[in-house]
């Protein structure tokens, strides 16, 4: 048995609870795109309260702006009504000192093939959700910008901390 | 008092509460990365009986396969020990029917600049699953494949079906 097929087991499960509200939209009800960290500690809807059908949930290595960010974010504005952005960097995180240049020359190496992305390491959580709050502030394509605001979460104490971007 | 200020209110009654267990690794503990659709009705914790430290959670709009996802797929899979990707895309799904040109053309218009990157629109949330499925099991930088599986998830009923990709 795979850690997988035990996952599909908790979904049957989640199934015969009948504990899913199948009644919300496609539209998120509070109008709120969360970018987060892939991390496996931040659980976002117990960390944010939020319920089935409220907000989008957009989740990277590093919970960076990358295009796919970028891509998400506008049709998330765009055709699905929301307004307010959410980014969240961490405490202890995997791309904390993560050379971009090493880790392409390993897959190189590797592979024979030098990737056409770039890892995005980064030395500190707070000065790269500054970074990324500039980064959206700047993108043509994300229209809505009256309200994005950036956090870090302490994975071992489980608080969420407010960056001061400025502007 | 807008949107996220009740967010940031619900996180700091987690925090408080004290039930965040801070005593995990960044390594997640059952080594699976899964990737999913933005959509507000997927909570992929309960869903799948993820308890925090368990998983990795990439999230993008469509839960497609793009550079970004491959990105964080490799640095899970090199970095963080994951070795089964689980892949989720839903009943219901704001791309389905979505134009990538039609956009790309829109957002010209609109800004004066086109998008580097494509919607990703799709018609039919199975065969997508299925491309994702046979992209990943050919890209060079995802190294762990014994197990990619795919799954919709009736946004409806929260119930989750397996994708029978072939091969």
Request: charged fraction near 30%.
């Amino acid at each position: 048995m795979t850690e997988t097929d035990q996952l599909v087991a908790n979904a049957t499960k989640y199934f015969d609870n009948g504990g899913h509200d199948g009644s919300r939209a496609v539209r998120p009800a509070i109008g709120v795109a969360v970018v987060a960290c892939m991390d496996s500690r931040i659980d976002l809807f117990a960390l944010l309260g939020l319920r089935v059908g409220d907000a989008h949930v957009i989740r990277n290595a590093g919970g960076v702006v990358t295009d796919d960010t970028i891509r998400s974010l506008a049709i998330s504005q765009r055709f699905l009504g929301t307004r307010e952005i959410v980014l969240i960097h961490h405490t202890n995180c995997g791309l904390e000192g993560l050379d971009d240049d090493r880790l392409a020359d390993d897959l190189q190496a590797e592979t024979g093939i030098r990737p056409a992305w770039r890892a995005r390491g980064f030395t500190d959580p707070v000065a790269d959700v500054r970074r990324s709050i500039e980064a959206l502030r700047r993108d043509p394509f994300v229209k809505e910008k009256d309200s994005i605001r950036g956090f870090v979460f302490d994975v071992a104490t489980g608080r969420l901390d407010e960056v001061d971007a400025g502007g």
